[in-house]
């Protein structure tokens, strides 16, 4: 088992992060409004992100990670930048990797496409082993410190959007 995903494990079971993930279905002809809703009360600092992804790209598979963090490596704790690490054990760390220098406090994805429909694969796992098999007009919402991977897409194309909001400002 990866050391990432043990971290995750371990952060599930700290701040009962399974107790805040929201799954919801959505209006197609609502979608924009939910968004529009989100982003635009300016009571965040948010970055929106549409995606499809399919067995032609690149990026065919997310290992374990959370959003906006690297798992890196060093031989000793770090000098410069300290406030872009979060140290997992003795020489491994999360380095966040975003103009925000901080990873979110939640995600929020909406599907936009049916699971062995449009697209083989592309199944999202949470550290614990929580499935979900991604349906047009599904949403989830979790805690932005949450581990997870997606599975390699083997057929089609999966379509996504992703608001990662990083602050809630008072």
């Known amino acids: 088992m990866s050391k990432l995903k043990n971290f995750g494990i371990e952060m599930i079971n700290k701040y009962e992060l399974k107790n805040k993930r929201i799954i919801f279905n959505f209006e ?6 939910i968004c529009e809703k989100i982003i635009n009360k300016k009571i965040i600092k948010y970055k929106m992100i549409n995606r499809v992804f399919n067995n032609n790209t690149n990026l065919k598979e997310l290992k374990y990670h959370i959003d906006d963090c690297q798992l ?39 599907y936009l496409s049916d699971y062995n429909i449009d697209f083989s694969g592309g199944i999202f ?27 390699p ?18």
Request: net charge positive.
């Open 28 to 33: 197609t002809s609502n979608y924009i409004d």
């Open 72 to 110: 890196v490596t060093l031989k000793q704790t770090p000098i410069f930048n300290q406030n872009k690490y979060i140290k997992i054990t003795s020489n491994k760390y999360l380095f966040i990797n975003n103009e925000m220098n901080q990873i979110p406090l939640f995600t929020v994805i909406f």
């Open 125 to 151: 796992i949470f550290a614990d082993g929580t499935k979900i098999y991604p349906q047009k007009n599904l949403g989830i919402l979790f805690d932005g410190r949450e581990v997870h991977m997606v599975t």
């Open 153 to 170: 897409i083997t057929h089609g194309s999966r379509k996504s959007t992703i608001i990662k909001i990083y602050e809630i400002i008072k």
